[in-house]
């Protein structure tokens, strides 16, 4: 129910983002304020919430952080 894939800046910028899109009940509008209201708070990129998608820049995310995050989707997603 969740696919999560690499994907470039939209604006052509050297960056890279994960794409995470959603095939469940709980759209991504409710999965991100799920993720920012937790602890830690977790902020993505939502330009694209209400067409089901959610970016996270990884610029400055570490292994440790993308594991909380991994769990904070699971444990969201497995609540609703």
């Given at each position: 129910?969740?696919?999560?894939?690499?994907?470039?800046?939209?604006?052509?910028?050297?960056?890279?983002?994960i794409e995470i899109a959603f095939d469940l009940p709980l759209d991504a509008v409710s999965i991100r304020e799920h993720l920012k209201s937790g602890n830690p708070q977790i902020y993505t990129r939502d330009y694209r919430a209400n067409e089901g998608f959610l970016e996270i820049d990884i610029r400055d995310v570490t292994g440790d952080d993308l594991n909380t995050i991994e769990q904070r989707l699971r444990t969201i997603t497995k609540g609703e």
């Open positions: 129910g969740i696919h999560a894939k690499p994907i470039q800046d939209g604006a052509g910028r050297p960056i890279m983002r």
